[in-house]
């Protein structure tokens, strides 16, 4: 990925929306600029998503700071085997969970991908212990689920999942798609619905019910086609909105405004 090959910015949309997950951490630059460029095209809200205790406690700073940026925390699933103190992280996460501006619960879940077999035991305590975090505080649950889908539902199964979960990402097929929706979870799309080769991600998006979407650039990863393989921003959201909005058949102001409204009721208003 090409990090200074930046994109154009794409016609604005024509109701505003969010990105449900970003790490401008790791987008780099000034925030407050990225922050900007998203608004100009009508993405006024964005997630910042942590995914270790530093990024965590960084990203609840920001929120703090900035009116257009909410907040999660978490330990992604792939750091979990990797800290020698699993349980001190935790608590550290579970301290910041308690912040106003800190919505949501996330990145966690499982990642068979990455981790193997030796750190899998690791990776599905850290889940089911912020699948707890998650409850206790009455935030959202924002779920990586990288080639385990059937392990993702067992544990939530078992554990009993909190009032709202997100699935980030979704990288399902349309039959996992429909077990996500029939438990009334809520499916995450990131650029990857635009790749040629992604007719299992838009036959999935096709059965999600409108107000169970949400879109996501995962920035700075996942750039959205014509750009695959360029850094991404916020300000890109647009083009997977107008790809979403083909591929379900709805008008695109329909769509923004279901999506504007998931948001919402997911993350909480933005203003206070």
């Avoid at 949309?13 to 990105?19: E, I, R, T």
């Avoid at 940026?69 to 103190?85: C, S």
């Avoid at 429909?178 to 635009?194: D, H, N, Q």
Wanted: hydrophobic letters at 40%; one cysteine or more; proline letters at 6%.
């Amino acid at each position: 990925m090409n990090q200074t090959d930046l994109p154009p910015p794409p016609e604005p949309l024509p109701v505003p929306v969010l990105d449900s997950h970003t790490h401008l951490d790791i987008v780099g630059g000034d925030p407050g600029a990225n922050i900007a460029a998203a608004a100009a095209v009508g993405v006024t809200r964005l997630v910042q998503v942590g995914v270790d205790v530093d990024s965590s406690r960084w990203g609840a700073a920001l929120a703090a700071a900035q009116p257009a940026v909410l907040a999660t925390v978490a330990l992604h699933p792939n750091e979990a085997p990797r800290l020698g103190d699993l349980d001190e992280a935790l608590r550290v996460i579970e301290g910041l969970a308690g912040q106003e501006r800190v919505r949501g619960i996330g990145e966690t879940g499982l990642d068979t991908f990455r981790t193997g077999e030796a750190g899998r035991a690791a990776q599905e305590r850290s889940f089911r212990a912020h699948i707890q975090i998650a409850k206790d505080t009455g935030k959202a649950l924002v779920i990586h689920d990288r080639d385990a889908h059937a392990d993702v539902l067992r544990v939530l199964d078992e554990e009993g999942a909190p009032d709202t979960v997100v699935l980030h990402c979704f990288s399902g097929d349309e039959s996992f798609a429909v077990e996500c929706v029939k438990r009334g979870y809520v499916l995450s799309f990131a650029g990857t619905v635009t790749f040629k080769n992604a007719r299992n991600l838009r036959d999935a998006a096709a059965v999600t019910p409108l107000d169970q979407i949400l879109v996501e650039t995962d920035a700075p990863y996942l750039t959205p086609m014509p750009y695959r393989g360029r850094r991404n921003g916020s300000y890109l959201i647009p083009l997977t909105v107008r790809a979403l909005a083909a591929t379900k058949g709805v008008e695109l102001d329909a769509l923004c405004a279901a999506i504007s409204a998931t948001g919402e009721r997911v993350f909480g208003s933005w203003s206070g």
